[in-house]
């Protein structure tokens, strides 16, 4: 066999192995799925982040390759957008949450966006809209 031929097989034996985890996420069937009743997101294919809205708090629940992530230390906040105007929402680390108090339920369509950054200075951003 030829170099040649010898370098393209190796070459094509690589890619089909290290390819094989990219083509294989199949977000229907992620094990990361809203466990909490919420809207989930996946961030950079480890962190995963779901947006439980309640009457007076919005929780984030954060995982970390699908395990309880812990905030302490992390610097995050909230903006939210509805037809009225634009706030910013102060939020505070709870364990593997983070709560930021609202005065009223959300209305549908209100546009949320966290950022921020987690205790390993790993930034992290997810955009959710009501329902």
């Given amino acids: 066999m030829s170099l040649k031929k010898t370098i393209s ?3 094509a034996s690589t890619v089909m ?3 094989t985890p990219a ?3 199949d977000p229907e069937n992620n094990p990361g ?4 009743g919420g809207q989930y997101i996946e961030y950079e294919q480890h962190h995963g982040i779901e947006m439980v809205s309640q009457k007076d708090k919005l929780i984030f629940h954060m995982t970390e390759h699908l395990q309880p992530a812990d905030m302490t230390g992390s610097a995050f906040k909230v903006f939210v957008q509805t037809e009225s105007g634009m706030q ?3 939020i505070k680390p709870d364990g593997s949450t ?4 609202i005065k009223t339920v959300l ?3 209100a546009k949320i966006v966290l950022t921020g950054k987690d205790s390993d ?3 992290l951003q997810a955009r959710f809209v009501t329902k």
């Fill in 9 to 11: 097989i190796l070459a």
């Fill in 98 to 101: 983070l709560v930021a108090d």
């Fill in 33 to 36: 799925k809203a466990k909490h």
């Fill in 107 to 109: 209305p549908s369509g």
């Fill in 17 to 19: 192995v290290c390819g």
């Fill in 121 to 123: 200075g790993h930034t």
């Fill in 88 to 90: 910013t929402l102060a």
């Fill in 23 to 25: 083509f294989s996420h």
